[in-house]
C-alpha cells in the first residue's frame, strides 16, 4: 500500500519503511547508494538529514512543548479543534476525498499531512475521523518524540495497524522532518493541515495530489488580547491574511471560518500560556512576572480568537 508514499531526504530514491530501519532504494542517486534511517524505540523516524539543520535542534524546545502539552490537555483550545475536526469531516464525506471518491476507487489510501504537528494536540483527533494515513510531521524532534508515545500508547502508530482492518484509526507515522523538504512523493497527499506552523506554498503544492485540500488555523485578530496588553505596551496585530497571497497561485480558498473561546485562567495555565506562545514568550521578563503575580489573586480572563481557512489545490489545466 505504500509503495513509494516516501521519498529519500537524501537523494529523493523511494523510501521504503520497514519496523526496525527505512531505505531507499538508491535509484537516483550515482552510486546507487541505499540510504538508512532507524526507527526509533517510541516509532518515529528522523528523517532530517543534519544538512538541512539550520541549528542544533531546530523547531519548539522540550519546555515549551511540555507546557504546551499541559495547557492543550486541560481543554482550553477544544472550540479549535472541534472546529478543525468537523471541517475536516465533511471535506471527507463530502466529494474528492469521500467513499466514492477518484482516491478510492484507484485504491489509493487516504493520507492526510499535518505539519508542525507539535506534541499532536490536533493530531490525535484528526487521527479519528476517518482517512487511511496520517503523516505527522515536525523539525523539533522532542515534539515528534512526545508524538508518537502518546500514538503507541493509543495502538494508532504506523506498525501497530493492522491493514485489513477498518477501523477508525488512521495509522500515524511521526516524522522528524522540514516542511521545506517533505520527505515525500509528488502528488502523494490528500491533504495537509498547518495549525499555527509554516507554511510553504510550493512545497505544500508539490505533495499535494490534484484538488487536494489545505487547512490551515492561525490566531485571528484580537487573540489573547487582555494577555498582550499586560505584557506590551505598543500591540500591534499582525497582518493574519498575507499569507493567503502567497498561497494564490496554486491554492484558491474555499471558506474562512471564525471560533473564539472565552478562558478564566489560573496562574499555572497562564504560565503555560505565555511558554507556548512565542510572542508572549518574548516579553520583558519583569512584565511576565508582574503579571503573573498579579493572577496569583485576581482572576485572568483573555479570549481567545483562531481562524480557519480551507484551501483547495488549483487543479493546472
Ligand atoms: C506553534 S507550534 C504548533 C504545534 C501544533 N500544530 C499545535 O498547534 O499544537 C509550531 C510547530 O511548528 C514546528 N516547526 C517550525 N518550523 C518548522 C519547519 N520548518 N518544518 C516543520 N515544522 C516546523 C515547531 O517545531 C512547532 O512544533
Ligand atoms: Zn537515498
Same mark, same amino acid.
Given at each position: ?8 531526504p ?6 521504503q519503511?520497514a519496523?526496525d530501519?527505512?531505505?531507499?532504494d ?5 552510486k546507487?547508494?541505499n ?15 543534519v ?16 507546557a ?6 486541560? #481543554?482550553?483550545?477544544q472550540?479549535?479543534? +472541534?472546529?478543525?475536526c468537523q471541517? %475536516?469531516?465533511? @471535506? =471527507? $464525506?463530502q ?13 489509493k ?7 508542525g504537528c #507539535? ?5 490525535q +483527533?484528526?487521527?479519528?475521523?476517518? %482517512?487511511?494515513i @496520517? =503523516? $505527522? ?6 515534539a515528534?518524540?512526545e508524538l508518537?508515545?502518546?500514538s503507541k500508547a493509543?495502538g494508532s ?9 477498518c477501523?477508525k484509526?488512521?495509522?500515524?507515522y511521526?516524522?522528524?522532518?522540514? $516542511?521545506?523538504n517533505?520527505?515525500l512523493?509528488a ?6 493541515s498547518?495549525?499555527?506552523s ?5 512545497a505544500?503544492?508539490q505533495?499535494l495530489s490534484?484538488e487536494?485540500?489545505?487547512i490551515?488555523?492561525?490566531?485571528d ?12 505596551d505598543?500591540?500591534?496585530?499582525h497582518d ?6 502567497e498561497?494564490?497561485p496554486?491554492f484558491?480558498l ?8 472565552e478562558?478564566?485562567l489560573?496562574?499555572?495555565?497562564l504560565a503555560?500560556?505565555?511558554t507556548?506562545?512565542?510572542y508572549?514568550?518574548?516579553?520583558h ?7 503573573l503575580?498579579?493572577?496569583?489573586t485576581e482572576?485572568f ?6 481562524v480557519?481557512y ?6 493546472v489545466?
Amino acid at each position: 500500500m505504500l509503495v513509494s508514499l516516501f521519498i529519500c531526504p537524501l537523494c529523493q530514491s523511494p523510501l521504503q519503511p520497514a519496523l526496525d530501519t527505512w531505505r531507499c532504494d538508491g535509484s537516483l542517486n550515482l552510486k546507487h547508494t541505499n540510504h538508512p534511517f532507524d526507527v526509533a524505540r517510541q516509532g518515529y523516524v528522523n528523517l532530517l538529514p543534519v544538512q538541512q539543520k539550520k541549528s542544533k535542534a531546530p523547531g519548539d524546545s522540550q519546555m515549551s512543548i511540555e507546557a504546551r502539552k499541559r495547557f492543550l490537555n486541560a #481543554g482550553y483550545y477544544q472550540p479549535l479543534q +472541534a472546529l478543525i475536526c468537523q471541517k %475536516m469531516t465533511e @471535506l =471527507l $464525506a463530502q466529494n474528492a476525498l469521500g467513499a466514492e471518491s477518484i482516491a478510492k476507487s484507484n485504491n489509493k489510501p487516504i493520507t492526510w499531512l499535518d505539519i508542525g504537528c #507539535g506534541e499532536g494536540y490536533y493530531t490525535q +483527533a484528526i487521527a479519528k475521523i476517518g %482517512m487511511d494515513i @496520517l =503523516l $505527522a510531521a515536525d523539525i523539533s524532534k522532542p515534539a515528534v518524540v512526545e508524538l508518537a508515545k502518546a500514538s503507541k500508547a493509543a495502538g494508532s502508530l504506523w506498525y501497530q495497524q493492522d491493514k485489513d482492518d477498518c477501523g477508525k484509526m488512521a495509522a500515524i507515522y511521526p516524522l522528524v522532518t522540514s $516542511a521545506a523538504n517533505l520527505p515525500l512523493r509528488a502528488h502523494s497527499v490528500t491533504g495537509i493541515s498547518s495549525i499555527f506552523s509554516p507554511i510553504l506554498p510550493e512545497a505544500f503544492n508539490q505533495v499535494l495530489s490534484d484538488e487536494g485540500y489545505l487547512i490551515i488555523a492561525k490566531p485571528d485578530i484580537g487573540h489573547l488580547a487582555t494577555m498582550r496588553d499586560a505584557l506590551f505596551d505598543d500591540v500591534r496585530e499582525h497582518d493574519s491574511d498575507k499569507f493567503l497571497h502567497e498561497l494564490a497561485p496554486y491554492f484558491a480558498l474555499m471558506n474562512t471560518y471564525h471560533v473564539s473561546t472565552e478562558m478564566t485562567l489560573a496562574v499555572d495555565d497562564l504560565a503555560d500560556l505565555m511558554t507556548m506562545t512565542p510572542y508572549a514568550y518574548r516579553a520583558h521578563s519583569e512584565k511576565r512576572q508582574a503579571l503573573l503575580a498579579k493572577v496569583v489573586t485576581e482572576t485572568f480572563i483573555t479570549e481567545a480568537k483562531f481562524v480557519v481557512y480551507v484551501l483547495q489545490k488549483i487543479a493546472v489545466a
